[in-house]
């Protein structure tokens, strides 16, 4: 049987984090963990949230792709996406358009790149407002370049990415769930 790995990919507040859960409650696919040298916040679990790591122990794994933000280290390992395959056939990740290409390059037929978009910014706005996220962050978000790069697909995402409109939660998952019918067959998973 070969694993599959859906990389969910999308500018912020185009549903990433909703996809990745259905993904996980409805059909039992894991998320596959990063690794972080942040300090973890008071909510967060060692090997739940990320694998919590220092400068020492980050540098111990295989990354597929890794990046410095804010003086921290972020990245995510062979070892971690071993580590979900073990739970599940299928895992999943959330990346950026950037990340999401770097897999699709580097593990080939074993992805499947989700691609998510909000036709209305006003929409995305008020999902970043709602999940917490102060007025000038979101300001600032909307205006960085990550934010305006992850909003088009990527034309070397383009031959096999499925894009999905998240403007209507129902909508999205009836083509979510088409895509997990079309692993199932092509991996022989149950």
């Given at each position: 049987?070969?694993?599959k790995l859906i990389v969910v990919t999308g500018p912020t507040g185009s549903g990433k984090t909703t996809?990745?859960?259905?993904?996980?409650?409805k059909y039992g696919i894991a998320q596959v963990i990063t690794h972080t040298t942040r300090e973890p916040r008071s909510n967060e679990q060692n090997g739940k949230?990320?694998?919590f790591e220092t400068n020492e122990s980050f540098q111990n794994n295989h990354y597929l792709e890794q990046v410095e933000y804010s003086g921290f280290h972020y990245g995510?390992?062979?070892e971690g996406l071993r580590r979900a395959w073990l739970k599940s056939p299928v895992a999943?990740?959330?990346?950026?358009?950037?990340?999401?290409i770097t897999y699709a390059n580097k593990l080939g037929d074993e992805v499947a790149i989700v691609f998510l978009h909000v036709t209305n910014v006003e929409?995305?706005?008020h999902r970043l407002l709602k999940r917490g996220d102060n007025v000038d962050i979101v300001e600032r978000r909307l205006q960085s370049p990550?934010?305006?790069r992850d909003l088009h697909l990527p034309k070397q995402l383009k031959p096999d990415a499925i894009e999905i409109t998240n403007d209507d939660w129902k909508m999205a998952r009836i083509k979510i769930d088409n895509l997990v019918k079309q692993i199932k067959n092509e991996i022989e998973w149950n």
């Amino acid at each position: 049987m070969q694993n599959k790995l859906i990389v969910v990919t999308g500018p912020t507040g185009s549903g990433k984090t909703t996809v990745t859960e259905y993904l996980n409650e409805k059909y039992g696919i894991a998320q596959v963990i990063t690794h972080t040298t942040r300090e973890p916040r008071s909510n967060e679990q060692n090997g739940k949230d990320y694998y919590f790591e220092t400068n020492e122990s980050f540098q111990n794994n295989h990354y597929l792709e890794q990046v410095e933000y804010s003086g921290f280290h972020y990245g995510s390992s062979y070892e971690g996406l071993r580590r979900a395959w073990l739970k599940s056939p299928v895992a999943s990740i959330v990346l950026d358009t950037a990340g999401a290409i770097t897999y699709a390059n580097k593990l080939g037929d074993e992805v499947a790149i989700v691609f998510l978009h909000v036709t209305n910014v006003e929409v995305l706005k008020h999902r970043l407002l709602k999940r917490g996220d102060n007025v000038d962050i979101v300001e600032r978000r909307l205006q960085s370049p990550e934010y305006k790069r992850d909003l088009h697909l990527p034309k070397q995402l383009k031959p096999d990415a499925i894009e999905i409109t998240n403007d209507d939660w129902k909508m999205a998952r009836i083509k979510i769930d088409n895509l997990v019918k079309q692993i199932k067959n092509e991996i022989e998973w149950n």
